[in-house]
């Protein structure tokens, strides 16, 4: 391994995740904006023909940058009806922009490492991750070893680590819920079902929130998301955070039954929301 080069760590089901593409329900070519790095952009802009016109209507270069020209249902431009992506299916992969090549992968660099993971608003990301029981183990790119979450937190500092990971309903649940109402809402019908969980919790009406491996999962794959927040933040907020994400989770499994589709919901709203990670990390310091 190169001297002073961080260590490449990935989770040990990265390698396994395939995008589901016609077959995905909530396909990343709705509802998000997608920049437009300025390389793409060049080749865009070199098209010729009617893909020139096409990509013409497609663009809109602002103060921001470039980005797509979203439809009236907030869908890209090139996302066809069969849910397929037109610009893959003219010219193949390496004429996506980089974040769409690169979604729903992350990577950040912490300390010596460079912790690599795929994020759960993707439902594919969210069957993978509880397709498994154990504690969250990560692979070393450069030497094939792997190694536990709880170890990589041991070296990062964090105290208690085996027992951080374990997953323990939050005790309140009108403060988690009141936490969450702070964030800016990602729509309508995430504003709508906070209210109903709320008048279920303020009625009694929830029952005892789940636990055991399933939620432990959940609980360590955001806490490994989350990891770049424990210098800023601190590592009890993190793990404060991290529980109060999964216990909203369980509440809502609690309520309408299992579903992996309460998880990638929650990350879609929080966690690409800078903004909604700092609000509360700082509800929970
Ligand atoms: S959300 Fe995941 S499975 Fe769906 S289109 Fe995006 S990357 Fe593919």
């Not at 399933?214 to 927040?229: A, G, N, P, T």
């Not at 994400?245 to 039954?257: E, I, T, Y």
Request: net charge negative; charged share 30%; glycine share 6%.
């Amino acid at each position: 391994m190169e001297e002073g080069k961080p260590r490449h760590l990935q989770p040990d089901f990265y390698g396994r995740f395939r995008c589901r593409a016609s077959a995905c329900r909530h396909s990343c070519c709705k509802g998000w904006e997608i920049d437009i790095d300025e390389n793409t952009l060049e080749l865009y802009q070199n098209l010729s023909g009617s893909w020139k016109d096409k990509m013409d209507a497609a663009i809109v270069c602002d103060d921001s940058g470039a980005h797509f020209r979203l439809t009236e249902d907030e869908r890209c431009p090139f996302l066809r009806e069969d849910g397929l992506c037109e610009l893959i299916c003219a010219f193949g992969e390496d004429a996506l922009c980089d974040i769409c090549a690169l979604h729903p992968r992350f990577y950040e660099v912490v300390d010596s490492y460079e912790l690599a993971g795929l994020g759960l608003s993707c439902e594919a990301v969210c069957d993978l991750l509880l397709a498994e029981e154990g504690e969250l183990t990560l692979r070393c790119e450069e030497t094939g070893k792997k190694i536990t979450l709880s170890l990589l937190l041991k070296s990062l500092g964090c105290k208690n680590a085996e027992e951080a990971l374990r997953f323990i309903p939050a005790e309140d649940l009108s403060g988690m819920l009141l936490h969450l109402e702070r964030t800016e809402p990602i729509d309508e019908a995430w504003t709508e079902n906070l209210c109903r969980l709320r008048e279920a919790v303020k009625a009694g009406a929830v029952p005892a929130l789940p636990n055991g491996p399933r939620y432990d999962r959940m609980l360590q794959y955001i806490v490994y998301r989350s990891i770049e927040h424990a210098e800023s933040a601190g590592w009890p907020a993190v793990l404060c955070y991290a529980r109060e994400g999964v216990s909203f989770v369980a509440l809502q499994d609690a309520l309408c039954g299992e579903d992996p589709e309460h998880l990638r919901r929650w990350s879609e709203q929080i966690e690409y929301s800078t903004e909604n990670v700092d609000l509360l990390l700082n509800a929970v310091k």
